[in-house]
């Protein structure tokens, strides 16, 4: 699992063992790690005569930076600082020197000429105490180096974006690479900051962390010990029974792309609820079909509202009799509109909600923009208003709970997963783990890992695909993160 911690942690935890070691003993650490990253990136064979360009702000950032560029100054690169501000870290500067590595600065240096010519920059201008974007005169210098074609490689965080929320308030430097010490940090996993920090690369330090983080992302393995596997003894009620109840005259499909995820989500049986019978029937023949209401459809063991039910009468009616039953609830597309605080937050079994971003933005009273700018901070008060989990669908899906765990990130999400009726089957999917047994913060997650994965599997990278697609190539998803 990937853990990320906030920045006033990861402070404490350098201070602690600052206190440890000789002095500038981490800071060697960090920059051999990052020099080492960047020959790496450079290539075997490349490093020696490379034009190496260093960003370097007032601060540790930009020592971490002049370290590691004496670093590749010894094995042969032409390393060039430019220096933002009236000060540089006074070490950094003398270490680069005396590798033979030059400072920017005289009538006769251009930076705008050296970035020009530059292989590879390193952003060395702010780190993880940034905020608000970059500084003005900042900004023409790294427009310089991303339009210079050189490959940009952060400096522990892209410089402009907040490492602790993942939000750009101004203009960042987007890099190709980030190279991070000690651990993630939050910036570096949630949208819109993630898009500046490229491919991460994380160098161990030796930092002591909290074993509690404040972000968390699955893995395979974390995903294959919480999926459920059926036992001997197992049948289709003792794995778990799955009630949705979605679809309506208007939107058939919604009711069908909801089963075929919880189909496919481990539970043993699904009954489906509405008025799509037919077109549920035509598509799955497996799925037990009711007319409703829910509470005539026979027992189950976790409920799905809202994928196209509409704005009708019957739509809100439907959500208030699932919200009444005693077992989990997830809602989601429809039966969030207009969903009632209070009902949820007076439910004795789990809710998992799962709004997009407009979704969210219309629960919270906020606008959309705010949301989408702002994504832990939203999910985070979505969960703690309602009392429930809530799954933010977006570029980078979270998964937080009405509880003080960490916040969950999904990482094989793909922007091609956009598309029309996608969020149903991930609704049908989770809503199916609950039922098989997984409490909402577990479920949530795994079903956003599996769809992510799945829209991979469908069609391969870089291609459009269907919500139809992702549903078939579920179980290659499964098969993927279970094989040994």
Same mark, same amino acid.
């Given at each position: 699992? =990937?853990?990320?911690?906030?920045?006033?942690?990861?402070?404490?935890?350098?201070?602690?063992?600052?206190?440890?070691?000789?002095?500038?003993?981490?800071?060697?650490?960090?920059?051999?790690?990052?020099?080492?990253?960047?020959?790496?990136?450079?290539?075997?064979?490349?490093?020696?005569?490379?034009?190496?360009?260093? %960003? /370097?702000?007032?601060?540790?950032?930009?020592?971490?930076?002049?370290?590691?560029?004496?670093?590749?100054?010894?094995?042969?690169?032409?390393?060039?600082?430019?220096?933002?501000?009236?000060?540089?870290?006074?070490?950094?500067?003398?270490?680069?020197?005396?590798?033979?590595? =030059?400072?920017?600065?005289?009538?006769?240096?251009?930076?705008?000429?050296?970035?020009?010519?530059?292989?590879?920059?390193?952003?060395?201008?702010?780190?993880?105490?940034?905020?608000?974007?970059?500084?003005?005169?900042?900004?023409?210098?790294?427009?310089?180096?991303?339009?210079?074609?050189?490959?940009?490689?952060?400096?522990?965080?892209?410089?402009?974006?907040?490492?602790?929320?993942?939000?750009?308030?101004?203009?960042?430097?987007?890099?190709?690479?980030?190279?991070?010490?000690?651990?993630?940090?939050?910036?570096?996993?949630?949208?819109?900051? $993630?898009?500046?920090?490229?491919?991460?690369?994380?160098?161990?330090?030796?930092?002591?962390?909290?074993?509690?983080?404040?972000?968390?992302?699955?893995?395979?393995?974390?995903?294959?010990?919480?999926?459920?596997?059926?036992?001997?003894?197992?049948?289709?009620?003792?794995?778990?029974?799955?009630?949705?109840?979605?679809?309506?005259?208007?939107?058939?499909?919604?009711?069908?792309?909801?089963?075929?995820?919880?189909? $496919?989500?481990?539970?043993?049986?699904? =009954?489906?609820?509405?008025?799509?019978?037919?077109? /549920?029937?035509?598509?799955?023949?497996?799925?037990?079909?009711?007319?409703?209401?829910?509470?005539?459809?026979? $027992?189950?063991?976790?409920?799905?509202?809202?994928?196209? %039910?509409?704005?009708?009468?019957?739509?809100?009616?439907?959500?208030?009799?699932?919200?009444?039953?005693?077992?989990?609830?997830? /809602?989601?597309?429809?039966?969030?509109?207009?969903?009632?605080?209070?009902?949820?937050?007076?439910?004795?079994?789990?809710?998992?909600?799962? *709004?997009?971003?407009?979704?969210?933005?219309?629960?919270?009273?906020?606008?959309?923009?705010?949301?989408?700018?702002?994504?832990?901070?939203?999910?985070?008060?979505?969960?703690?208003?309602?009392?429930?989990?809530?799954?933010?669908?977006?570029?980078?899906?979270?998964?937080?709970?009405?509880?003080?765990?960490?916040?969950?990130?999904?990482?094989?999400?793909?922007?091609?997963?956009?598309?029309?009726?996608?969020?149903?089957?991930?609704?049908?999917?989770?809503?199916?783990?609950?039922?098989?047994?997984?409490? *909402?913060?577990?479920?949530?997650?795994?079903?956003?890992?599996?769809?992510?994965?799945?829209?991979?599997?469908?069609?391969?990278?870089?291609?459009?695909?269907?919500?139809?697609?992702?549903?078939?190539?579920?179980?290659?998803?499964?098969?993927? /993160?279970?094989?040994?």
């Amino acid at each position: 699992m =990937r853990t990320a911690y906030r920045v006033e942690t990861v402070r404490a935890a350098e201070a602690d063992l600052m206190a440890r070691l000789p002095e500038g003993a981490l800071m060697q650490r960090a920059a051999a790690g990052l020099a080492a990253a960047c020959c790496s990136l450079l290539g075997k064979g490349r490093v020696y005569g490379a034009r190496v360009v260093l %960003l /370097v702000g007032s601060g540790d950032n930009g020592g971490d930076a002049l370290y590691a560029g004496a670093r590749l100054a010894r094995r042969g690169a032409g390393v060039s600082a430019v220096l933002l501000g009236t000060r540089a870290h006074e070490g950094g500067l003398a270490a680069l020197r005396a590798a033979g590595g =030059r400072v920017v600065g005289g009538p006769e240096d251009d930076p705008y000429a050296v970035l020009a010519a530059a292989d590879l920059v390193l952003d060395g201008i702010t780190g993880i105490g940034g905020r608000g974007g970059l500084r003005p005169d900042a900004v023409p210098l790294a427009r310089a180096a991303r339009g210079s074609g050189a490959f940009v490689v952060a400096v522990d965080l892209p410089s402009g974006v907040d490492a602790d929320t993942g939000e750009v308030a101004g203009e960042a430097l987007r890099a190709d690479a980030t190279v991070t010490f000690g651990t993630y940090k939050p910036g570096l996993l949630v949208d819109p900051a $993630r898009e500046y920090a490229g491919a991460v690369r994380l160098v161990g330090i030796g930092l002591d962390l909290p074993s509690v983080p404040d972000l968390e992302a699955l893995q395979h393995q974390d995903v294959a010990r919480l999926l459920p596997r059926p036992g001997a003894e197992s049948d289709k009620y003792r794995r778990g029974v799955v009630g949705v109840v979605a679809g309506s005259a208007r939107y058939p499909g919604a009711a069908v792309l909801a089963v075929s995820g919880a189909l $496919r989500g481990g539970a043993g049986a699904v =009954r489906y609820v509405g008025p799509a019978g037919d077109a /549920v029937i035509a598509a799955h023949p497996e799925t037990l079909v009711h007319a409703g209401p829910p509470e005539k459809a026979g $027992r189950v063991q976790a409920w799905v509202v809202g994928p196209g %039910l509409g704005d009708g009468p019957g739509a809100a009616a439907a959500v208030a009799e699932v919200l009444d039953s005693d077992v989990p609830v997830l /809602v989601d597309a429809d039966g969030l509109r207009g969903l009632d605080r209070a009902a949820v937050r007076a439910r004795r079994a789990p809710t998992l909600l799962t *709004p997009h971003a407009g979704e969210a933005a219309a629960l919270l009273g906020a606008p959309r923009a705010s949301v989408e700018a702002g994504r832990l901070a939203a999910v985070r008060e979505l969960a703690g208003s309602f009392g429930a989990t809530v799954l933010l669908k977006g570029s980078t899906t979270l998964v937080c709970g009405p509880g003080a765990e960490p916040v969950r990130v999904n990482p094989t999400g793909t922007s091609w997963l956009a598309t029309a009726g996608s969020g149903d089957v991930l609704s049908g999917l989770a809503g199916s783990l609950l039922a098989a047994g997984l409490d *909402p913060l577990d479920a949530a997650s795994c079903a956003a890992y599996l769809h992510g994965l799945a829209a991979r599997h469908a069609t391969g990278p870089g291609a459009p695909l269907t919500a139809t697609d992702v549903a078939a190539a579920l179980p290659a998803a499964w098969r993927d /993160v279970t094989a040994p």
